[in-house]
């Protein structure tokens, strides 16, 4: 019997794979619990709709975030925070905030997406890259100045 395959299953093959089976391996394990469909004209023409859809919506969403990375790398934030005598912050500057300015800049952005080689810990210029997307990433320049 042919099927096919839903879902990733070990030693039988991936997404979207047509592949031969035991009769009864299909009716009792793969199509009852969703892993694979039947494989009919209509399902297979079902199959490439779907993967041509897929794909689409997949280019636009990482084109999208291409935008977005682009937009990032030309804005230079500034932050003001309390320091002490040599330069060092009272506290550190976090990705929460910098999450916040980007907000006010217009652009929504989770503080997990935003990765800090360490913490910002004393006044000066530095660098925070921002991860919009699993292929797309961007540098966010940052300043950081005396209050």
């Not at 935008?67 to 320091?83: N, T």
């Not at 910098?98 to 800049?105: F, G, M, R, T, Y």
């Not at 990765?115 to 660098?127: C, H, N, R, S, Y």
């Amino acid at each position: 019997m042919k099927v096919i395959l839903k879902e990733n299953v070990d030693n039988l093959g991936h997404i979207g794979d047509i592949v031969k089976v035991a009769p009864g391996y299909a009716r009792n394990f793969l199509l009852p619990k969703g892993f694979a469909i039947e494989a009919t004209e209509k399902n297979a023409k079902a199959l490439e709709h779907a993967k041509r859809h897929l794909e689409y919506k997949k280019n636009k969403v990482l084109e999208a975030a291409k935008q977005l990375a682009a937009k990032i790398e030309g804005l230079s934030l500034s932050i003001a925070h309390q320091a002490g005598a040599d330069d060092r912050l009272f506290g550190a500057v976090t990705n929460m905030e910098l999450a916040e300015q980007l907000k006010a800049n217009g652009i929504e952005m989770d503080r997990k997406r935003i990765v800090l080689a360490e913490p910002i810990k004393q006044l000066g210029d530095f660098t925070a890259t921002v991860k919009i997307h699993p292929e797309v990433s961007a540098t966010l320049k940052v300043a950081v100045t005396k209050a």
